[in-house]
């Protein structure tokens, strides 16, 4: 273990949390239920093998409280510090579990990422050394990463996270289908948080096409922009030309209608592909939208 390690007032603390079914089976997990929405706070728990001074326990306390709080059958990482000792780069870092039973790692592969997100290191690690993390525990750890795990210019000392690689989990062969501007546009992050979405959706049907909403908010020039996830559950890939579009607000009225058309969009067989409508105000129906609840449908089926 590190001896007591001195925090960049540049770096805080990023929590990178994601479902624990990316790591254990759903039957580990608890049930949901209407009380799951409630945060869960963390304890910090030591490795039995470490020899923790009481001033390494103060410091990682600290750092401990700082986190924010996490919500049932959840696993998180946050990264606290980093020192460098030659070629090497000495992650500290903390990883939480509120799933209500203990969990265990074999080997997962940690992204570090830089200030926009880009991945600038990758390395797979055999987490069984690090035991059993009990319910609701929050254990520190110690990552080491080399110059042959970077793969961008530089390793950032500043303005960094640690994260989760998600495993490709496509049991039905469905995966997420990105146009070329979102690949171009979107980060690392932000690709695998869409990747987990489509990953952990009900299956669809044979042929099934299914339109779902993923975002909408209003804009500073006032139009309203939703995306929808596309969904092709069939063995052939689709065209859409045009596509006409009814958003409902939290009020159950209708607050916009549009007709779009589309350029060459295809959705490729078995595939999610994300889009974004833009409304402008001519479409909107009223000026006072409520999105703390909405819904997307095609007006002839009524569908969300």
Not at 79 to 92: K, L, M, P, S
Not at 100 to 118: A, N, Q, S, T, W
């Amino acid at each position: 273990m590190l001896s007591l390690f001195k925090k960049n007032k540049n770096v805080e603390e990023k929590d990178a949390s994601v479902e624990a079914e990316n790591f254990v089976e759903r039957e580990a997990t608890r049930q949901e239920t209407p009380g799951d929405e409630q945060e869960v706070e963390t304890y910090l728990d030591f490795h039995p093998d470490w020899d923790v001074s009481n001033q390494e326990r103060y410091v990682y306390g600290f750092h401990h409280a700082q986190l924010p709080k996490l919500k049932p059958n959840q696993v998180s990482i946050s990264g606290i510090d980093i020192v460098q000792d030659n070629e090497f780069f000495i992650v500290n870092a903390f990883i939480r579990n509120t799933v209500e039973k203990p969990i265990r790692f074999e080997e997962v592969v940690l992204l570090l990422l830089d200030r926009e997100g880009k991945i600038a290191a990758r390395k797979t690690f055999d987490l069984e050394i690090l035991g059993e993390i009990p319910p609701n525990a929050c254990r520190p750890w110690t990552f080491l990463f080399s110059e042959e795990d970077v793969v961008a210019e530089s390793f950032p000392i500043d303005n960094w996270t640690l994260a989760f690689e998600l495993r490709q989990k496509e049991p039905s062969g469905h995966s997420l289908m990105l146009d070329e501007a979102w690949e171009n546009n979107l980060n690392d992050v932000q690709k695998t948080r869409l990747r987990e979405l489509v990953n952990n959706l009900p299956p669809l049907a044979s042929g099934e096409i299914n339109f779902m909403g993923i975002e909408a908010r209003m804009s500073d020039t006032d139009e309203l922009h939703v995306t929808l996830l596309i969904r092709n559950g069939s063995e052939k890939d689709i065209h859409i030309e045009q596509i006409p579009l009814f958003v409902e607000d939290a009020s159950g009225q209708v607050v916009a209608k549009g007709g779009f058309q589309l350029n060459h969009f295809e959705v490729k067989a078995n595939t999610s592909k994300p889009w974004t409508f833009i409304f402008p105000e001519s479409l909107l129906e009223t000026k006072e939208i409520d999105l703390s609840r909405w819904r997307v449908f095609l007006p002839e089926h009524q569908q969300a």
